[in-house]
């Protein structure tokens, strides 16, 4: 993908462009993702922008891009728009393993409680 930015100066070695604002910076970051039509790799992004901008900003693009709910964090470093194919199941399915992640842990922790408490009624008696 293109990134379409300004040139500044070209000549037959060296092609200079002017850098992204923060604002354009979130626009490329949303529309490279978006153009992908699949999860998209940390690592990814950061081959496609390097020379234009540095992690820090990138990071910072995706922060407002997940803020504003125009992108969506997969979880072990992939991003995708809401809209793309697949996206919401796996979201559906991250969520349902949460909730039985917490329901077993709760379920664990009170039978600990359980048990110690016929620990200590066991050492009283």
Known sequence: MSLDLKVLYEDEEVVVMKAPTDEEL??????????????????ELREEFSGTAGEDRLRRALSRLRRQG?????GGGRYATPDTPG?????????????????????????WRRRRLQQRQQETN
């Open 26 to 43: 979130v626009e490329l970051v949303y529309k490279y993702i978006k153009s992908k039509g699949r999860p998209v790799t940390w690592k």
């Open 87 to 111: 996206v919401l199941e796996e979201l559906e399915e991250r969520k349902r393993r949460r909730i039985m992640r917490e329901a077993l842990s709760a379920e664990w922790r009170a039978r």
């Open 70 to 74: 125009r992108v969506v964090d997969l």
